[in-house]
């Protein structure tokens, strides 16, 4: 696009653009900002508080960034052994690292600082908690689909990358409760067959705990993590752009249309309120809610443990999975495998595993190779919503398992008897909490077929001639059984016959055999009921069957 034409003013004179008009016309030249400004900045998106759920990670993600800078002033990331003498006496003498040392003044000295550390700390868990409630809403949606798998490996990643970089963070300011996580995850790496001792030697520097450990943590919590996230933040967003946002069903809203507002300038301004919301909830948070307050506990010391350690709620899965298991041991060769201790920190990563790559199990179950913008109700998919609920039922027990002892002390309860009630529910929980959500999304199923084809209650009672007393129902509108009846109900994937007319037997593979299986397992006639069909609305109120 070349430079503006010259107007005329009103005496007939040619009138100049202005400066910012001819740096825009300048800039447009080089890098085509009006093409792109005009096919991006007016895309609509759609209205839906769900959605707002995405808004509040990035928020979050700003706010660390943001209080991370201001902290990284004045944090010194030191193990070098020092002697406190500082504003808060009941520590002075105390010998302690140069890192909790500068914690303390951070906590104490800095002005503002005890807020930022606290805004900091509870961005984090925020930050954590709106990644996962953000990924169960595209779980339970169905998001996932083409075209958006790579955006879910986008968003797995940042959930895997935001556990990591909680744990290394939360392990700078030396105190004796982050020191017995790191001492956790020591002993954890210790497990690991063969290189168990290399792999903590390399870490630690030495034996544990050494001096280099909180030296190399934080370039990583500082830098290298919070780079990659950041840089797979800005992928997620151009992908959701390019892909166009999903919708729930609705009057209007199909596979290639979109029914919403505009990015600029009504979606941004609801957007940058929200995060002065945002903002402000985690500021008066920080304010008003003590979290990890590092000078209760002191310095570590690794022949110390805290009463009642427990870590960020995001790793109580993993830590809860290592104190419910049994401590089994294999001593072979002179070398003992403590199974007791690898097993579970062998599962965490392989459940998070499986969750990254689910839409691609999904896809090659179903074979469906279509584009997918509408969201699916979760009723509708009652397997994929009865495991994402499995999932969550089995992280809830986790966590109970993970802090046995605080539950144990406030509840007055046996700590083996809830260790043995997590090893139980372990199994038994996810399965139950399967079958049951299994059971309600076919139950919701069956009441939208009743509302489509009878109508919604009224509450108004009518008296037949006859002397029957029914209820009065209310016709649906063409757009709320549209909603109701729009979702598709997949055919199960079948392996066909195994002989053909010719009386010749096929071959068919153990991954098409499995395939089948699952896919009967997900969509077939006994996980979902069928939808009206026009004919059967027509027969019911052609005889006047909605009262």
């Given at each position: ?7 005329a ?9 202005a ?5 825009a016309?300048?800039?447009d ?11 991006n ?11 707002m ?6 928020y ?15 944090f ?17 003498g105390?010998i302690m ?7 303390l ?10 807020l ?5 700390h ?15 809403r ?14 879910w ?19 700078l300011?030396?105190d ?10 020591q ?21 544990f ?5 909180i ?14 996230m ?24 199909d596979?290639k249309?979109v029914?919403?507002m ?6 941004m ?14 500021s ?10 590092v000078?209760?506990f ?13 870590p960020?709620?995001?790793l ?19 070398h ?19 969750i ?8 090659w179950?179903?074979?469906d ?5 509408i ?17 969550l ?9 993970g ?10 309860l ?10 139980i ?8 909490a ?9 139950g ?16 108004t009672?009518?008296r037949?001639?006859?002397?029957e ?6 016709p ?6 549209f909603a ?23 071959r ?7 395939r089948?299986?699952l ?25 006047d069957?909605?009262?």
């Amino acid at each position: 696009m070349g430079a503006r034409s010259v107007g005329a003013g009103r005496n007939g004179r040619p009138v100049q653009p202005a400066k910012g008009e001819r740096l825009a016309d300048w800039a447009d030249g080089r890098l085509g900002l009006y093409p792109m400004a005009k096919t991006n900045l007016r895309k609509v998106f759609p209205d839906h508080w769900s959605f707002m759920l995405g808004e509040v990670c990035l928020y979050s993600f700003i706010v660390l960034i943001l209080t991370g800078v201001y902290l990284t002033l004045f944090f010194e990331p030191s193990g070098i052994e020092v002697v406190y003498n500082g504003s808060y006496e009941p520590l002075n003498g105390v010998i302690m690292t140069r890192a909790y040392e500068s914690t303390l003044d951070i906590s104490f000295d800095v002005r503002g600082g005890l807020l930022i550390r606290q805004i900091h700390h509870w961005a984090a868990l925020v930050f954590v908690a709106g990644m996962l409630v953000h990924m169960m809403r595209v779980f339970f949606t169905g998001a996932f689909r083409k075209p958006r798998e790579v955006n879910w490996v986008f968003g797995w990643t940042l959930l895997f990358l935001g556990i990591i970089t909680g744990l290394t963070g939360y392990s700078l300011p030396d105190d004796l409760l982050s020191g017995t996580g790191v001492r956790f995850a020591q002993g954890a790496i210790l497990s690991v067959p063969v290189v168990g001792t290399y792999l903590s030697f390399f870490l630690f520097g030495g034996e544990f705990p050494g001096h280099d450990i909180i030296p190399r943590f934080f370039p990583i919590h500082v830098l290298l993590l919070p780079g990659i996230m950041l840089g797979l933040v800005v992928a997620h967003l151009i992908l959701v752009f390019y892909h166009k946002h999903t919708q729930y069903p609705g009057a209007g809203r199909d596979q290639k249309s979109v029914v919403g507002m505009p990015f600029m300038p009504v979606y941004m301004a609801k957007a940058g309120g929200f995060f002065f919301l945002v903002f402000g909830v985690l500021s008066m948070m920080g304010a008003i809610a003590t979290v990890n307050p590092v000078w209760a506990f002191g310095p570590y010391r690794p022949d110390v443990v805290t009463t009642g350690a427990q870590p960020d709620w995001y790793l109580g899965f993993s830590e809860g999975l290592i104190r419910v298991m049994p401590g089994w041991e294999i001593n072979a060769f002179g070398h003992t495998l403590a199974l007791g201790v690898f097993i579970p920190f062998s599962l965490f990563p392989l459940i998070m595993l499986a969750i990254g790559v689910y839409p691609f199990i999904e896809a090659w179950i179903t074979g469906d190779t279509r584009e997918h913008h509408i969201l699916d109700r979760p009723r509708n998919a009652p397997t994929r919503t009865g495991l994402g609920v499995a999932w969550l039922s089995l992280y809830g027990v986790l966590l109970i398992g993970g802090g046995n002892d605080i539950v144990a002390t406030h509840l007055h309860l046996s700590i083996n008897s809830i260790t043995w009630f997590v090893r139980i529910s372990f199994f038994a929980v996810p399965v139950l909490a399967f079958v049951v959500t299994r059971r309600i999304c076919m139950g919701l199923q069956r009441r939208d077929r009743d509302k489509v084809l009878h109508g919604r209650e009224s509450g108004t009672i009518k008296r037949l001639p006859h002397g029957e007393f029914v209820e009065v129902h209310e016709p649906l509108t063409q757009a709320q059984r549209f909603a109701l009846t729009q979702h598709e109900q997949a055919t199960p994937y079948e392996v066909g016959p195994l002989v053909d007319a010719n009386g010749v037997t096929r071959r068919v593979g153990p991954s098409r055999k499995l395939r089948a299986r699952l896919a009967r397992a997900m969509y077939g006639p006994d996980t979902q009921i069928p939808k009206p069909t026009a004919e059967e609305y027509r027969e019911l109120t052609s005889e006047d069957h909605h009262h």
